[in-house]
């Protein structure tokens, strides 16, 4: 069982950081790409960023790219998502995503709110 705790969303100014983390239970952690999706009210979700098991490879949505930073600590059993320069349409609800055996973990999610 694999269970997924975010933290550190919150009410930020447009131009202004957050950064996110997820903690995860288990230890497919280290062995198992990680991603960082967001929805909007209204909207469906969408992935943010990925990154591989070992921090190697990532990804992102051309909406996010320059902007955000996907980043893990495998010793931590933890993934962040340091968002900078952050626009009114970055207002979501941010989740961490883990894809292990064909099943899908999700958080309970993070709500960011980007104030113009």
């Known amino acids: 069982q694999v269970q997924l705790v975010e933290s550190g969303g919150g009410l930020v100014q447009a131009g202004g950081s957050l950064r996110l983390s997820c903690l995860a239970s288990?230890?497919?952690?280290?062995?198992?790409?990680m991603d960082w999706y967001r929805q909007a009210p209204g909207k469906q979700r969408e992935l943010v960023a990925s990154?591989?098991?070992?921090?190697?490879?990532?990804s992102y949505a051309d909406s996010v790219k320059g902007r955000f930073t996907i980043s893990r600590n495998n010793a931590k059993n933890t993934v962040y998502l340091q968002m900078n320069s952050l626009k009114p349409e970055d207002t979501a609800v941010y989740y961490c995503?883990?894809?292990?055996?064909?099943?899908?973990?999700w958080g309970q999610g993070t709500q960011v709110t980007v104030s113009s």
């Open positions: 990154i591989g098991s070992s921090g190697g490879t990532t």
């Open positions: 288990g230890s497919i952690f280290k062995i198992s790409a």
């Open positions: 995503h883990l894809r292990f055996a064909s099943n899908d973990y």
